[in-house]
T-cell receptor, first 114, second 112 residues
């Protein structure tokens, strides 16, 4: 069973701090990794995609991928109260029919305190 | 650019009733998905489609049916609604399997 694991939280950080969200995955041949943000009562929204080892930066968000250790992380710099949401990690994986599919983590709840 | 559009946003059904959740996308994506999300349980894949005329079961297909007659539309049918189907339903689409998925705004369904 291919799995994606996240700490459920809640992760609480003060406004202006760096929030660090982590995700580990079990399928060694996974190639694509995604971070989604989901506000309460809303649908998941894609915020970052990463495909190769290293860091990828987009504004205040940095995704970090380490395929050897099978983890992907999301850093949010200068956290704002508007960043308070659940962050979902999704990883592409191959199923028994050798078809790719997205495997979802349960999400980490982030609270940014003013 | 509308993206993925779901209707209705909210619905209350009585046990045993049936309904269809509508989903349409304008991004010309071949892949479409139906998920349900229960509190603390994450996203569960109900059905997916890799193109018009082709559908397949996901993790939790029992009690649901789908069809894909066009690239744009992927309706989800609930037959004989049960309280266990109370959930939030999301439709999503992607360019191909394993690529980033884009979600509709969701349908909150309550079965009483």
């Amino acid at each position: 069973q291919k799995e994606v694991e996240q700490n459920s939280g809640p992760l609480s950080v003060p406004e202006g701090a760096i929030a660090s969200l982590n995700c580990t995955y079990s399928d060694r041949v996974s190639q694509s990794f995604f971070w989604y943000r989901q506000y309460s009562g809303k649908s998941p929204e894609l915020i970052m995609s990463i495909y190769s080892n290293g860091d990828k930066e987009d504004g205040r968000f940095t995704a970090q991928l380490n395929k050897a250790s099978q983890y992907v992380s999301l850093l949010i710099r200068d956290s704002q109260p508007s960043d308070s949401a659940t962050y979902l990690c999704a990883v592409n994986s191959f199923n028994a029919g050798n078809n790719r599919k997205l495997i979802w983590g349960l999400g980490t709840s982030l609270a940014v305190n003013p | 650019n509308a993206g993925v559009t779901q209707t209705p946003k909210f619905r209350i059904l009585k046990i045993g009733q049936s309904m269809t959740l509508q989903c349409t996308q304008d991004m010309n994506h071949n892949y479409m998905y139906w998920y349900r999300q229960d509190p603390g349980m994450g996203l569960k894949l109900i059905y997916y489609s890799v193109g018009a005329g082709i559908t397949d079961k996901g993790e939790v297909p029992n009690g649901y049916n789908v069809s894909r007659s066009t690239t744009e539309d992927f309706p989800l049918r609930l037959e004989l609604a049960a309280p266990s189907q109370t959930s939030v339903y999301f439709c999503a689409s992607s360019y191909s399997s394993g690529f980033e998925a884009f979600f509709g705004q969701g349908t909150r369904l309550t079965v009483v």
